[in-house]
Protein backbone atom coordinates (compact mmCIF):
# COMPACT_ATOMS: atom_id res chain seq x y z
CA UNK A 1 0.00 0.00 0.00
CA UNK A 2 2.72 2.41 0.99
CA UNK A 3 3.89 3.85 -2.60
CA UNK A 4 5.85 6.98 -1.43
CA UNK A 5 7.50 7.13 -4.54
CA UNK A 6 5.36 5.99 -7.40
CA UNK A 7 5.17 8.06 -10.37
CA UNK A 8 1.44 6.69 -11.27
CA UNK A 9 0.16 8.35 -7.84
CA UNK A 10 -1.30 11.09 -9.14
CA UNK A 11 -4.48 11.27 -7.36
CA UNK A 12 -4.62 12.79 -4.19
CA UNK A 13 -5.05 10.44 -1.01
CA UNK A 14 -7.47 13.04 0.38
CA UNK A 15 -9.75 12.23 -2.67
CA UNK A 16 -8.93 8.74 -3.20
CA UNK A 17 -9.82 7.89 0.61
CA UNK A 18 -7.63 5.10 0.69
CA UNK A 19 -9.28 3.05 -2.27
CA UNK A 20 -6.90 0.08 -2.29
CA UNK A 21 -8.05 -0.51 1.26
CA UNK A 22 -10.79 -3.37 1.54
CA UNK A 23 -14.44 -3.53 3.17
CA UNK A 24 -13.28 -5.67 5.70
CA UNK A 25 -14.84 -4.50 9.00
CA UNK A 26 -16.71 -1.59 7.53
CA UNK A 27 -20.35 -1.38 7.97
CA UNK A 28 -22.46 -3.39 5.60
CA UNK A 29 -24.88 -1.10 4.87
CA UNK A 30 -24.09 3.26 4.70
CA UNK A 31 -27.20 4.40 7.08
CA UNK A 32 -29.35 7.06 5.39
CA UNK A 33 -31.04 10.21 7.11
CA UNK A 34 -34.08 8.53 8.46
CA UNK A 35 -32.08 5.55 10.09
CA UNK A 36 -29.93 8.44 12.24
CA UNK A 37 -30.94 10.92 14.85
CA UNK A 38 -32.16 13.93 13.04
CA UNK A 39 -29.78 16.41 13.94
CA UNK A 40 -28.76 18.34 10.26
CA UNK A 41 -31.35 20.05 8.01
CA UNK A 42 -30.24 19.77 4.62
CA UNK A 43 -31.04 22.19 2.01
CA UNK A 44 -31.69 19.29 -1.06
CA UNK A 45 -29.47 21.32 -3.40
CA UNK A 46 -26.32 22.55 -4.07
CA UNK A 47 -25.35 25.84 -2.96
CA UNK A 48 -22.00 26.14 -4.80
CA UNK A 49 -21.30 24.26 -8.46
CA UNK A 50 -19.19 24.11 -10.93
CA UNK A 51 -18.98 26.66 -13.95
CA UNK A 52 -19.05 24.89 -17.07
CA UNK A 53 -15.97 26.48 -19.50
CA UNK A 54 -14.01 27.11 -16.76
CA UNK A 55 -11.27 26.15 -14.19
CA UNK A 56 -13.62 24.50 -11.76
CA UNK A 57 -16.31 22.94 -14.36
CA UNK A 58 -15.75 19.72 -13.66
CA UNK A 59 -15.86 19.38 -9.41
CA UNK A 60 -15.75 21.34 -6.17
CA UNK A 61 -14.87 20.30 -3.11
CA UNK A 62 -13.90 21.50 0.37
CA UNK A 63 -14.51 24.81 1.34
CA UNK A 64 -13.60 26.74 4.12
CA UNK A 65 -16.42 29.94 5.05
CA UNK A 66 -15.83 33.31 7.36
CA UNK A 67 -18.28 35.74 8.26
CA UNK A 68 -16.91 39.03 7.91
CA UNK A 69 -18.40 42.31 8.03
CA UNK A 70 -21.98 40.71 7.65
CA UNK A 71 -20.86 38.84 4.38
CA UNK A 72 -20.09 35.17 4.01
CA UNK A 73 -16.93 34.25 2.32
CA UNK A 74 -16.21 30.84 1.03
CA UNK A 75 -12.70 29.55 -0.18
CA UNK A 76 -13.15 26.51 -2.05
CA UNK A 77 -11.14 23.39 -4.16
CA UNK A 78 -12.28 23.39 -7.97
CA UNK A 79 -11.05 21.85 -10.91
CA UNK A 80 -11.41 21.02 -14.83
CA UNK A 81 -10.34 17.88 -15.22
CA UNK A 82 -7.90 16.66 -17.89
CA UNK A 83 -8.48 13.16 -18.29
CA UNK A 84 -7.81 11.47 -15.04
CA UNK A 85 -6.27 14.05 -14.32
CA UNK A 86 -8.15 16.91 -11.44
CA UNK A 87 -5.84 19.56 -11.24
CA UNK A 88 -7.23 21.52 -8.20
CA UNK A 89 -6.80 25.14 -7.79
CA UNK A 90 -8.46 27.45 -4.72
CA UNK A 91 -11.24 29.97 -5.68
CA UNK A 92 -13.59 32.32 -3.44
CA UNK A 93 -16.97 33.58 -3.60
CA UNK A 94 -18.67 35.59 -1.22
CA UNK A 95 -22.64 35.44 -0.05
CA UNK A 96 -25.27 37.58 1.92
CA UNK A 97 -26.90 34.85 3.45
CA UNK A 98 -24.42 31.78 3.14
CA UNK A 99 -26.80 30.35 0.45
CA UNK A 100 -26.71 31.67 -2.64
CA UNK A 101 -23.04 32.72 -3.64
CA UNK A 102 -21.29 35.19 -6.16
CA UNK A 103 -18.04 33.43 -7.02
CA UNK A 104 -14.60 36.13 -7.44
CA UNK A 105 -13.81 37.62 -11.06
CA UNK A 106 -10.13 36.75 -10.02
CA UNK A 107 -10.82 33.30 -9.75
CA UNK A 108 -8.82 31.07 -9.34
CA UNK A 109 -7.17 32.62 -6.24
CA UNK A 110 -4.48 30.32 -5.57
CA UNK A 111 -2.81 27.55 -8.44
CA UNK A 112 -0.46 25.25 -8.55
CA UNK A 113 2.97 26.38 -7.52
CA UNK A 114 6.16 26.09 -9.79
CA UNK A 115 8.03 23.24 -11.17
CA UNK A 116 9.55 21.54 -9.13
CA UNK A 117 8.16 22.69 -5.95
CA UNK A 118 6.31 20.84 -3.46
CA UNK A 119 2.42 22.17 -5.02
CA UNK A 120 3.53 22.07 -8.62
CA UNK A 121 0.43 19.86 -9.33
CA UNK A 122 -2.02 20.95 -7.47
CA UNK A 123 -3.54 22.78 -4.71
CA UNK A 124 -6.67 22.54 -2.45
CA UNK A 125 -8.13 22.33 0.78
CA UNK A 126 -7.81 26.00 2.18
CA UNK A 127 -8.51 27.09 5.47
CA UNK A 128 -8.69 30.76 5.93
CA UNK A 129 -8.72 32.51 9.36
CA UNK A 130 -8.26 35.85 9.75
CA UNK A 131 -5.64 37.63 12.22
CA UNK A 132 -6.27 40.83 12.60
CA UNK A 133 -5.59 42.35 9.38
CA UNK A 134 -4.01 39.73 7.60
CA UNK A 135 -5.80 36.55 6.50
CA UNK A 136 -3.65 32.84 6.48
CA UNK A 137 -4.27 30.26 4.06
CA UNK A 138 -3.51 26.42 4.99
CA UNK A 139 -3.77 24.04 2.15
CA UNK A 140 -3.04 21.05 0.67
CA UNK A 141 -0.21 21.12 -1.56
CA UNK A 142 0.54 17.87 -3.97
CA UNK A 143 3.31 17.41 -6.12
CA UNK A 144 3.52 13.42 -8.62
CA UNK A 145 4.45 12.10 -5.20
CA UNK A 146 2.64 13.18 -2.05
CA UNK A 147 0.74 15.72 -0.34
CA UNK A 148 1.69 18.35 2.24
CA UNK A 149 0.67 21.28 3.76
CA UNK A 150 1.22 25.18 2.53
CA UNK A 151 0.54 28.56 3.74
CA UNK A 152 -0.42 31.65 2.31
CA UNK A 153 -1.38 35.24 3.33
CA UNK A 154 -3.60 37.91 2.40
CA UNK A 155 -4.82 41.62 3.22
CA UNK A 156 -7.83 41.25 1.36
CA UNK A 157 -8.69 37.11 1.31
CA UNK A 158 -8.42 37.49 -2.51
CA UNK A 159 -4.40 38.52 -3.48
CA UNK A 160 -2.72 35.50 -1.68
CA UNK A 161 1.43 35.03 -1.43
CA UNK A 162 2.84 31.51 -0.37
CA UNK A 163 4.86 31.53 2.67
CA UNK A 164 8.71 31.46 1.75
CA UNK A 165 8.91 28.18 4.49
CA UNK A 166 6.55 26.12 2.04
CA UNK A 167 5.84 23.41 2.92
CA UNK A 168 5.28 24.14 6.98
CA UNK A 169 4.13 20.74 7.99
CA UNK A 170 6.30 17.50 6.87
CA UNK A 171 6.45 14.38 8.55
CA UNK A 172 9.23 13.88 10.71
CA UNK A 173 9.69 10.50 9.63
CA UNK A 174 8.20 8.17 6.43
CA UNK A 175 7.09 5.74 9.16
CA UNK A 176 5.38 7.95 11.31
CA UNK A 177 1.36 7.55 11.63
CA UNK A 178 1.38 10.94 8.85
CA UNK A 179 4.82 9.53 6.73
CA UNK A 180 3.01 9.01 3.74
CA UNK A 181 0.85 12.58 3.23
CA UNK A 182 -0.09 15.45 5.46
CA UNK A 183 -3.06 17.29 4.42
CA UNK A 184 -4.21 20.71 5.89
CA UNK A 185 -7.35 20.85 8.41
CA UNK A 186 -9.31 23.70 10.51
CA UNK A 187 -7.24 26.51 12.17
CA UNK A 188 -8.57 27.95 15.36
CA UNK A 189 -6.22 31.53 16.08
CA UNK A 190 -6.64 31.96 20.52
CA UNK A 191 -4.93 33.42 22.70
CA UNK A 192 -2.14 34.96 20.44
CA UNK A 193 -1.17 31.64 18.95
CA UNK A 194 -2.87 29.54 15.75
CA UNK A 195 -3.67 26.15 16.61
CA UNK A 196 -4.40 23.26 13.29
CA UNK A 197 -5.64 19.85 13.66
CA UNK A 198 -3.83 18.26 10.72
CA UNK A 199 -5.15 15.00 8.58
CA UNK A 200 -2.16 12.62 8.36
CA UNK A 201 -1.76 9.44 6.37
CA UNK A 202 0.64 6.37 6.64
CA UNK A 203 -0.95 3.90 3.80
CA UNK A 204 -3.11 2.14 5.79
CA UNK A 205 -5.46 4.98 7.80
CA UNK A 206 -6.01 8.48 7.97
CA UNK A 207 -6.06 10.34 11.68
CA UNK A 208 -6.10 13.18 13.18
CA UNK A 209 -3.15 15.36 14.74
CA UNK A 210 -2.26 18.86 16.63
CA UNK A 211 -0.01 21.12 16.56
CA UNK A 212 0.45 24.65 17.23
CA UNK A 213 2.52 27.78 15.67
CA UNK A 214 3.09 31.62 16.95
CA UNK A 215 3.13 32.63 13.31
CA UNK A 216 1.31 30.71 11.06
CA UNK A 217 4.08 28.77 9.79
CA UNK A 218 6.43 27.56 11.78
CA UNK A 219 4.26 24.56 13.68
CA UNK A 220 5.26 22.42 16.83
CA UNK A 221 3.77 19.53 16.44
CA UNK A 222 1.84 17.82 20.19
CA UNK A 223 4.34 14.75 20.99
CA UNK A 224 0.94 12.69 21.96
CA UNK A 225 0.10 12.73 18.24
CA UNK A 226 -2.44 11.42 16.72
CA UNK A 227 -5.01 13.44 18.96
CA UNK A 228 -7.60 11.06 16.91
CA UNK A 229 -8.07 7.60 15.81
CA UNK A 230 -10.35 6.50 12.98
CA UNK A 231 -12.93 4.19 14.82
CA UNK A 232 -11.55 0.92 13.98
CA UNK A 233 -12.88 -2.19 11.93
CA UNK A 234 -16.71 -2.49 12.19
CA UNK A 235 -17.02 1.20 12.97
CA UNK A 236 -18.53 4.00 10.28
CA UNK A 237 -15.72 5.80 10.22
CA UNK A 238 -13.19 3.31 9.55
CA UNK A 239 -10.26 3.45 7.93
CA UNK A 240 -10.30 7.18 8.10
CA UNK A 241 -10.92 10.66 9.60
CA UNK A 242 -10.24 13.68 8.10
CA UNK A 243 -11.03 17.08 10.41
CA UNK A 244 -13.29 19.50 9.00
CA UNK A 245 -14.21 22.26 11.69
CA UNK A 246 -13.20 22.99 15.13
CA UNK A 247 -14.43 25.51 17.01
CA UNK A 248 -14.66 26.89 20.42
CA UNK A 249 -18.12 26.71 22.27
CA UNK A 250 -16.71 28.97 25.55
CA UNK A 251 -15.98 25.84 27.70
CA UNK A 252 -14.48 23.41 25.43
CA UNK A 253 -14.05 21.54 21.57
CA UNK A 254 -16.17 20.70 18.68
CA UNK A 255 -15.40 18.75 16.01
CA UNK A 256 -16.73 18.12 12.69
CA UNK A 257 -15.10 15.73 11.19
CA UNK A 258 -16.00 13.14 7.50
CA UNK A 259 -14.70 9.62 8.02
CA UNK A 260 -15.42 6.37 6.03
CA UNK A 261 -14.58 4.16 3.78
CA UNK A 262 -14.47 5.08 -0.21
CA UNK A 263 -17.55 6.39 -1.21
CA UNK A 264 -19.00 5.81 1.61
CA UNK A 265 -18.01 8.88 3.68
CA UNK A 266 -20.03 10.49 6.38
CA UNK A 267 -19.78 13.63 9.04
CA UNK A 268 -19.73 12.81 12.46
CA UNK A 269 -19.05 15.03 15.83
CA UNK A 270 -16.46 14.78 18.82
CA UNK A 271 -15.61 17.34 21.65
CA UNK A 272 -13.05 17.95 23.60
CA UNK A 273 -11.97 19.72 27.36
CA UNK A 274 -8.49 20.71 25.61
CA UNK A 275 -8.40 20.32 21.59
CA UNK A 276 -5.81 16.98 22.36
CA UNK A 277 -8.61 14.43 24.21
CA UNK A 278 -11.63 13.88 21.81
CA UNK A 279 -14.54 11.88 22.39
CA UNK A 280 -16.59 10.26 20.06
CA UNK A 281 -20.31 10.68 20.07
CA UNK A 282 -22.29 8.06 20.18
CA UNK A 283 -21.53 5.18 17.56
CA UNK A 284 -23.05 6.95 14.46
CA UNK A 285 -22.38 9.52 12.44
CA UNK A 286 -24.22 13.06 12.51
CA UNK A 287 -25.18 13.66 9.05
CA UNK A 288 -25.97 11.02 6.79
CA UNK A 289 -26.60 10.46 2.68
CA UNK A 290 -30.09 12.01 1.22
CA UNK A 291 -33.07 10.03 2.26
CA UNK A 292 -33.49 6.42 -0.21
CA UNK A 293 -30.05 7.49 -1.85
CA UNK A 294 -32.24 9.61 -4.10
CA UNK A 295 -31.07 13.35 -3.64
CA UNK A 296 -28.12 15.21 -5.32
CA UNK A 297 -25.31 13.68 -2.17
CA UNK A 298 -25.82 10.29 -2.76
CA UNK A 299 -22.05 9.44 -2.97
CA UNK A 300 -20.86 10.73 -0.02
CA UNK A 301 -21.11 13.75 2.39
CA UNK A 302 -17.61 15.36 3.99
CA UNK A 303 -15.19 17.98 4.83
CA UNK A 304 -18.09 20.14 6.90
CA UNK A 305 -17.03 23.85 7.82
CA UNK A 306 -19.69 25.02 10.74
CA UNK A 307 -20.36 28.89 11.52
CA UNK A 308 -22.87 29.81 14.24
CA UNK A 309 -25.98 30.33 12.92
CA UNK A 310 -29.18 32.45 14.62
CA UNK A 311 -30.19 31.93 17.80
CA UNK A 312 -28.68 28.64 19.24
CA UNK A 313 -28.75 26.93 15.66
CA UNK A 314 -25.61 26.18 14.13
CA UNK A 315 -24.70 26.38 9.99
CA UNK A 316 -22.91 23.93 7.88
CA UNK A 317 -21.15 23.80 4.47
CA UNK A 318 -20.22 20.23 3.15
CA UNK A 319 -18.60 18.52 -0.03
CA UNK A 320 -20.73 15.95 -1.57
CA UNK A 321 -21.97 14.38 -5.62
CA UNK A 322 -24.08 12.50 -7.50
CA UNK A 323 -21.34 11.18 -8.75
CA UNK A 324 -17.98 10.57 -7.40
CA UNK A 325 -14.89 13.04 -5.95
CA UNK A 326 -14.16 13.48 -9.43
CA UNK A 327 -17.28 14.42 -11.44
CA UNK A 328 -19.89 16.52 -10.64
CA UNK A 329 -18.86 17.61 -6.61
CA UNK A 330 -20.66 20.91 -5.45
CA UNK A 331 -20.68 22.55 -1.89
CA UNK A 332 -23.73 21.58 0.21
CA UNK A 333 -25.69 23.62 2.74
CA UNK A 334 -27.43 22.56 6.02
CA UNK A 335 -28.60 23.60 9.49
CA UNK A 336 -29.42 22.21 12.79
CA UNK A 337 -33.20 21.84 13.54
Not at 154 to 166: L, Y
Request: charged share 15%.
Amino acid sequence: MKTLKSRNRILPWALMGLIMVTATGCPDKVPTEEELPLIWEKNYNPVLTGTGGTWDETTLIQSSVLFIDNVYHMWYGGAKAEGQNVPFSIGHATSADGITWTKDPSNPVLVKGPEGSFDDHMVYMPYVVKAGDTYHMWYTGRDMQNEHIGHATSPDGVVWTRSASNPVLMPATQTAWDGVDQSSGPVLYRDNKFHMWYNGADGTGIRVGYATSDDGFNWTRHPGNPVMDNGGEGHWDFPRIQAGTVIHNGTGYEMWYGGGAFGSWLIGHATSPDGIAWQRDADHPCMGLCNGYTGWDITYVGWPTVLPGTGTKLRMWYSSTTNTVFQGGAIGYAETK
